[in-house]
């Protein structure tokens, strides 16, 4: 039971609803503008609001969902465990070539249930950041790093940390790109517009 479960959350973490919606909204493959990155933020540069904030929580709720099942039927470690294969689906899908999105919502939705309050705080680290900066990016990656010490401090079982931990490993080496784009000054702020042909970020 716990194997299925992690192949099964990976199996829907590789959901690619980004890719789905930008295909059917605007007949664009999401790979090929802007940043070709399979996540909201690309879609809101591609699309408009309304499809991003659905592919944002679609996106949340697949992890989510994920977790919320395993602690259903089964318990212990095995939540936690689902909650990381959701995350590498979504970042490295069977369905796409392994080529993904960088996991941030998916990991929302993972944390959001596994550990609620350092969530709640990780997102408030967001927004400021965001609001800040202008920055989605160096947004995520604070917010990422951060989660593992808040989850940590705010009591949760070890191998939520653990989780935690795994998570915002694969989330930041998934924004490397971004990461020398924000150091060499040329990172595409909050509200540009999507190019076709981007480049895969």
Not at 87 to 107: D, E, M, N, Q, Y
Not at 109 to 131: D, N
Request: with cysteine.
């Amino acid at each position: 039971m716990s194997v299925a479960l992690v192949l099964a959350a990976y199996l829907v973490g590789s959901i690619p609803f980004a890719f789905l919606f930008v295909r059917h909204v605007s007949g664009v493959d999401i790979r090929r503008t802007g940043s070709g990155n399979i996540g909201t933020a690309n879609v809101l540069r591609t699309t408009d609001l309304g499809t991003a904030l659905s592919v944002f929580v679609l996106d949340v709720a697949k992890g989510a969902g994920m977790v919320l099942l395993a602690e259903r039927l089964a318990g212990g470690a095995v939540p936690a465990i689902a909650g990381v294969a959701a995350v590498v689906g979504h970042s490295c899908p069977i369905w796409l070539g392994f080529r993904g999105g960088k996991g941030v919502a998916t990991s929302c939705g993972v944390l959001a249930v596994l550990a609620p309050l350092a969530t709640a705080l990780a997102v408030v680290v967001f927004i400021v950041t965001v609001t800040l900066t202008r920055f989605i990016s160096l947004g995520s990656i604070a917010a990422t790093i951060l989660s593992t010490p808040l989850a940590y401090w705010t009591g949760t079982p070890v191998d939520t940390v653990i989780a935690a931990m795994a998570i915002s490993v694969i989330v930041v080496v998934r924004h490397r790109a971004n990461v020398g784009r924000l150091w060499a000054g040329t990172e595409r702020r909050l509200g540009g517009r999507a190019e076709h042909g981007g480049q895969q970020a």
